[in-house]
């Protein structure tokens, strides 16, 4: 059974993504598209426009051409949204890297995805130069530091927008990396329609509150994520609201970015919304301001919704995406059925919903838990490089395989209740086993590892590790070796030392039953 979206069937203009959003707020001036929540520095929409057009001739003068990929290694700033537009509007391709990457994993990114050029801010350019050795990649800096080139060193005098033809259906623009539904990251290839189609069909959402010209938004969440990088950066200055940017989230200058600049919707993940439940004396703030909050990435539980709802005076519904899908699917109403609160709503417009036999792929029915398919116009093109994951994400009908199991209702809602896919989620951030297990083999005293999601109250959930020992060593030297490889948000909490590591007869590890044994033991 295809569920299909309860919302009219909407026009997708085929144009480039810059210009869809230059399109929708060229009425806009000196109305402030984007603050930094630090300095206060501010850029309005004329600015923006004017700027993105200088950087985009400065590529061409330093020999940027169509399809080069540019790489954005950076916290939030405003600036960021100027360099992702420039290379778009030059038919160039951003591959947007994590911030806590460390050399090793940032010199990854950099050669995988073949990146020509690379940005980053001061504070990181120890880590960027030591990353592009060996790779021929020019680097430049947003800020000023010396002897490397700065972002003011690309703005040309010309604030004409450069004559490139692209194709929005096949030429891509953003190149997110995700670990897909198993295995290690790959460049997922999201093209100007994909993106466009996706701001549209979040548009086409009736009956439900857009983000306008009159909405400011916090953008806490890292534009290089999918989630940041669209609905909060692109499809919130397509729509003219008002961005205040933060470059990490710590509670305090939050709590006083939402009161100082009157945020009215703030895009959240399920730690920050967990965090504002447990806020002590949080009648001295003033939240008359927030009128919603949008969490995802990962489940929000229903009660921390109704709490936190009825505690802040707004609504905090829950919406369901991916990388691979650019990355909207589903939208919690903002008129919610308090029944359907652990739902993440029903289907955007253009996006067709199926589940799916876990074991013989037949479509099921209503109230019936398998595996959700997603088809519709923001499916990306595919993995780079990586045909044959493609194909196993990818059917021939178009169906995107997400690895989520769920069900959807009579009334089309769907609702999330598993994983099939391995993923590890901390605070909204994907790791994947297979990467860390590749590491801890890779000690010399450890014959084999798996390593599963462990449930944590204040991170959703954080990856643990089963080893297999060659000879003795200490759980505290394996934690050492490891989380000295790997970002922050990757580092292993808890190593138990196991006799065998449960794996199928083909070899794929066993990770349900090491999760079975868990829960058994009364640990999750």
Wanted: charged share 20%.
């Amino acid at each position: 059974m295809i569920f299909n979206s309860p919302y009219p069937e909407i026009d997708i203009p085929e144009i480039p993504l810059t210009s869809y959003i230059f399109r929708r707020n060229a009425h806009l001036t000196d109305k402030s598209a984007l603050i930094d929540g630090v300095s206060g520095r501010t850029i309005s929409y004329s600015e923006l426009r004017d700027v993105v057009y200088r950087v985009a001739n400065g590529l061409e003068k330093i020999g940027f051409k169509k399809g080069d990929v540019f790489a954005i290694y950076s916290p939030n700033i405003p600036e960021y949204a100027i360099v992702f537009n420039a290379v778009a509007v030059m038919g160039g391709i951003n591959t947007l890297i994590n911030p806590l990457y460390t050399i090793e994993e940032l010199k990854k990114q950099l050669a995988d995805s073949g990146a020509k050029y690379l940005i980053t801010i001061s504070m990181f350019l120890e880590k960027a130069q030591a990353a592009i050795q060996g790779l021929k990649i020019q680097l430049f800096v947003f800020d000023d530091a010396a002897s490397i080139p700065s972002l003011k060193s690309l703005i040309d005098a010309n604030n004409e927008p450069p004559q490139i033809k692209i194709d929005p259906k096949n030429d891509v623009v953003a190149l997110p990396y995700s670990s897909g539904t198993t295995g290690l990251p790959k460049g997922v290839m999201l093209t100007h329609f994909n993106l466009v189609a996706n701001m549209c069909q979040v548009v086409g959402v009736t009956g439900q509150h857009q983000i306008s010209q009159e909405d400011n938004v916090v953008g806490i969440l890292p534009f290089f994520h999918i989630y940041g990088l669209m609905i909060i950066m692109n499809f919130s200055l397509a729509q003219g609201a008002t961005i205040v940017t933060m470059p990490r989230f710590t509670m305090e200058p939050f709590l006083q970015i939402l009161q100082k600049y009157k945020i009215t919707i703030a895009h959240l993940v399920p730690p920050i919304i967990l965090g504002l439940e447990n806020l002590p004396n949080f009648e001295r703030l003033d939240f008359s301001n927030l009128m919603r909050i949008r969490s995802g990435a990962a489940p929000l539980s229903p009660a921390l919704a109704k709490s936190v709802s009825k505690k802040l005076g707004c609504s905090v519904v829950q919406g369901y995406g991916l990388n691979e899908t650019s990355p909207v699917t589903h939208i919690f109403p903002d008129t919610p059925n308090a029944s359907k609160f652990a739902s993440v709503g029903p289907s955007i417009p253009n996006t067709e919903v199926k589940i799916v036999d876990l074991k013989t792929d037949a479509e099921l029915s209503i109230d019936t838990k398998g595996e959700i398919l997603i088809r519709g116009p923001q499916v990306m093109k595919g993995y780079l490089k990586n045909p044959k994951e493609t194909k196993l994400m990818i059917d021939k009908e178009g169906w995107l395989h997400t690895g989520d199991i769920g069900y959807v209702d009579d009334e089309g809602f769907l609702f999330i209740v598993d994983r099939k896919k391995e993923l590890i989620k901390y605070k909204g951030y994907q790791v994947a086993p297979a990467e860390l297990e590749g590491l801890l083999i890779s000690h010399p005293s450890i014959a084999d590892a798996a390593v599963i999601a462990s449930p944590d109250p204040k991170c959703g959930e954080v990856p643990k590790a089963f080893v297999v020992l060659k000879q003795e060593v200490s759980t505290a030297d394996i934690l050492t070796f490891i989380n000295e490889k790997v970002a922050p948000y990757k580092k292993v909490r808890e190593i138990e030392v196991i006799d065998q590591i449960p794996r199928s007869i083909a070899g794929k590890i066993l990770r349900r039953l090491l999760v079975d044994q868990e829960r058994k033991q009364g640990n999750t």
